[in-house]
């Protein structure tokens, strides 16, 4: 009887140690254009308040890459990397709340988003690299602790997709004293 309780305990601890080791990944913060992948390491939000003809207040997200660097008192970037930046429209005056952000230019309606921009290798100094727009696409925001989690798919006019994760905290700055 003693023996196989210990054996049951060694089948049950076996098995947790199997399980607990086929976790999925983590998703890196990235976006992909076509077949390449593009890294994203840090980003900024900032909240412009209620846009003039809109519903929504209008959150600015900005992800890019390490090699590009911003300075906010100039809002200028240097260098050279990648960069996404979406202008999205929530319901909250104080956040960008979590939901799913419908691409569409007919309104400025709390979860829509009116602009998509992609870039990559983007050198701020000489002005080069390749950028594309979102015609169409949605943009899934949740919050984990202290961290946004970002998911989207986007289509360019060409017919390109467009898709990306973020999983990573997100300074927002008040902007709504500032002119856009």
Not at 46 to 65: C, I, P, Q, R, W
Not at 126 to 149: C, F, L, M, P
Not at 165 to 175: A, E, K, P, V, Y
Request: glycine letters at 8%; hydrophobic letters at 35%; aromatic letters at 12%.
């Amino acid at each position: 009887m003693k023996q196989s309780r210990v054996f049951a305990a060694i089948l049950l601890l076996g098995s947790i140690i199997g399980t607990s080791g086929c976790s999925k990944p983590e998703e890196p913060n990235h976006f992909r254009y076509t077949v390449n992948d593009y890294p994203l390491d840090q980003g900024f939000i900032h909240n412009f308040g209620l846009a003039e003809d809109a519903t929504g207040y209008n959150f600015d997200v900005t992800l890019y890459s390490n090699g590009v660097s911003y300075n906010r008192d100039k809002h200028e970037f240097r260098g050279t990397g990648n960069v996404v930046f979406f202008q999205l429209y929530s319901s909250s005056a104080t956040e960008l709340a979590a939901g799913t952000y419908q691409f569409t230019t007919e309104s400025k309606a709390p979860s829509t988003f009116d602009v998509a921009n992609f870039g990559m290798t983007v050198n701020f100094t000489e002005q080069t690299g390749t950028i594309v727009n979102a015609v169409s696409g949605i943009v899934k925001v949740s919050i984990e602790r202290d961290s946004y989690v970002l998911d989207f798919e986007c289509l360019t006019a060409t017919g390109e997709k467009v898709t990306g994760h973020w999983n990573r905290s997100l300074t927002t700055h008040d902007m709504r004293e500032a002119k856009k």
